[in-house]
């Protein structure tokens, strides 16, 4: 009665959590592509796709991505051999587990008329898949913990899963041992199924128990006499064998049971059986009830991602369904690291500190940001340096075993953050490339909105952003204790002969250069020598230096211009992240 309550209300939750994730598919506004579009458009653009999906040749597609991507993770298995068998251990045991042993009574009883969880195949069944499961948990920590697999990185759901995994398993298996050895246990199984209330036949059945079935029993020790042996394995033919498979068959229960055996009374007498259980089925249903909610959800919305990619073609999908497949990629993320392995940014990562540059923790942060989660400044600002370093190389898309279309979300998501109204000074830079090729997807007014914000907090006009009483310097001590910079300040031997501006290919692009660059390199040089550095940092022309050093090249006095652009542009960044 107990377990039925316990079942119902965790897979009543269960459903309540996947209604509640489904339905966030198509309601959450994910960066700037899902701004325009209801819930209501999506679920109706979403239900014509799949008919036109089903009732095409694509159907084919989807088939064909089923059972290599979903069924046999080809993807993984391309990637690495030691993790494809992780994943294939741990999802196919834990699935099976779930549907024949964890929802027994809804789907197993019904498959199989004569399902008994202690009949073989079951017996046996249930201690595969288990060992499997177990099997995968020890490569997962083995390559986490031990051998820190590089750019692979642990968050508290990814040790979440491997905790109430490894509790469910190690529970359950010492359960299986504790039942297999408790007299208690066999006394109850004698009470309600045997044919027999003579002494001597419930002697024998107990004999014929203690030496093939391993229990443990206060009263007889072996060895028995073979007719008391044989008497009793006619009652048990007779009252158990149809529901009873020999413990033997549980392999690694009954492998537990030489351990169990010298304290099996003990353990029996203290009611560590069913405090055993309770917490079994604790953790199943805890997990169970939780799987919408954590990473484990994965396993539902990794599939769906995989076959929607599959047949969504970019640039021709409707912007709805593309909303509701960001938002799917969201949870099918795993936080597998692989991503991270191929990232053409990671050298950033490691040169900032900043994780949020490697793709999977970009997704940990996504996760967080579309489940409502309130930022601070400082993760605001790194999230926005991570998404925007990104080189748009798409490596991470290929790569993804979740299928996920990477490029495409940081290119959706990076917008809808330097939109949010924190400036974001790598915009004034030759790494918007990506975002000017795709400037025809956006708002007129939202283009340059971002672009002037970082150029005013760069410049100093903004008092909450820059400080105008302390400009910006090139001391040593500014720029750092390894000594890098200019330290001779090359600027001040500039006479302003313009060389540099005329040999400048940015200069030379534009018919009226200062209008659009604000001031010239000449005209940089000429305000550090006057010391109005606020001036010189807020111009375009340091950032949309190309660094060919034609400038540096080409000047008399050996002013080293290209370098004091570079330079003036990292301490406006610096300055700002200070902030």
Same mark, same amino acid.
């Given at each position: ?7 119902y ?16 598919w ?21 239900f ?43 999802y ?11 929802l ?64 469910? *398993? ?64 006619? *009652? ?7 529901c ?12 537990l ?49 995989l ?18 497949? &960001? ?34 923790e ?11 989660k ?9 999230? &926005?340096?991570g998404?925007?370093l990104?080189?748009?190389?798409d ?14 979300l940081?290119?959706n ?7 949010s ?6 915009v ?13 997807? *956006? ?12 150029? &005013?907090?760069v ?20 720029m ?30 534009y ?7 604000g001031?010239?390199?000449? &005209?940089?040089m ?19 230096c ?34």
């Open positions: 009665m107990v377990f039925d309550v316990i079942l209300v965790s897979l009543t939750i269960f459903v309540i959590g996947l209604i509640v994730k489904i339905y966030s198509f309601s959450r506004k994910i960066g700037i592509s899902a701004i325009n579009t209801t819930t209501v458009e999506r679920v109706s653009t979403a014509k796709g799949v008919l036109k999906v089903i009732f095409s040749v694509k159907i084919l597609t989807l088939i064909k991505v089923f059972i290599f991507d979903v069924v046999f993770q080809r993807k993984i298995l391309e990637e690495n051999f030691l993790r494809w068998l992780m994943h294939m251990l741990i196919g045991g834990f699935m099976l587990l779930l549907l024949m042993h964890a027994d009574k809804i789907i197993t009883i019904h498959l199989f008329s004569d399902y008994n969880s202690t009949l073989n195949p079951f017996f046996f069944l249930r201690d595969f898949f288990g060992a499997m499961v177990i099997v995968g948990i020890c490569i997962a920590v083995c390559r986490r913990f031990i051998v820190k697999v590089s750019r692979l990185k642990t968050n508290a759901m990814d040790t979440y899963v491997l905790v109430i995994l490894a509790i469910i *398993l190690v529970s359950g298996f010492l359960l299986e041992g504790l039942k297999i050895t408790a007299y208690s246990e066999f006394q109850n199984m004698v009470e309600e199924y045997a044919d027999t209330d003579d002494v001597a036949e419930l002697g024998a059945l107990e004999s014929f128990w203690v030496q093939e079935f391993a229990v443990v029993s206060p009263n007889l020790k072996a060895p028995f006499d073979k007719e008391v042996i044989e008497e009793g394995r006619e *009652l048990h033919e007779m009252s158990c064998a149809s009873h498979s020999s413990p033997r068959s549980a392999f690694v229960g009954y492998a049971v030489k351990v169990l055996n010298p304290m099996a009374i003990e353990l029996d007498r203290a009611g560590m059986v069913g405090l055993l259980w309770y917490i079994h089925i604790l953790a199943c249903f805890i997990g169970l009830a939780y799987l919408p909610f954590s990473k484990m959800f994965h396993v539902i919305a990794t599939p769906v991602s076959l929607a990619n599959s047949v969504m073609d970019e640039g021709k999908s409707d912007r709805a369904n593309i909303a509701t497949r &960001q938002a799917i990629e969201i949870d099918a993320c795993t936080h597998c690291g692989t991503c991270n392995l191929y990232c053409s940014a990671m050298m950033a990562s490691e040169a900032t500190g900043n994780d949020y540059i490697l793709p999977s970009k997704m940990t942060f996504l996760k967080g940001m579309a489940a409502g309130d930022l601070t400044s400082k993760e605001l600002k790194a999230i &926005q340096e998404v925007y990104c080189t748009n190389c490596r991470c898309t290929v790569v993804c075993p979740s299928g996920i279309n990477l490029r495409e940081w290119i998501v990076r917008e809808g953050l330097i939109q109204g924190v400036p974001e000074p790598l004034l830079s030759p790494l918007s490339i990506v975002r000017g090729l795709n400037q025809e997807n *956006l708002a007129v007014y939202d283009y340059p909105r971002p672009i002037e914000l970082a150029r &005013q907090a410049a100093g006009k903004f008092d909450f952003l820059m400080d105008p009483e302390r400009p910006l310097s090139f001391d040593k001590m500014e750092g204790d390894d000594g890098c910079g200019l330290i001779d300040n090359t600027f001040s031997y500039c006479f302003g002969c313009q060389n540099c501006t005329t040999v400048c290919p940015v200069v030379g692009s018919d009226n250069p200062q209008e659009v660059l001031l010239l390199p000449n &005209q940089i000429c305000c550090l020598g006057l010391g109005l550095t606020e001036m010189a940092s807020g111009s375009r022309m340091i950032w949309d190309l660094t060919c050093y034609q400038c540096q090249e080409h000047c008399p006095q050996n002013v080293q211009v290209t370098d004091i652009l570079y330079e003036l542009k990292n301490l406006a960044v610096k300055k700002l992240k200070k902030l």
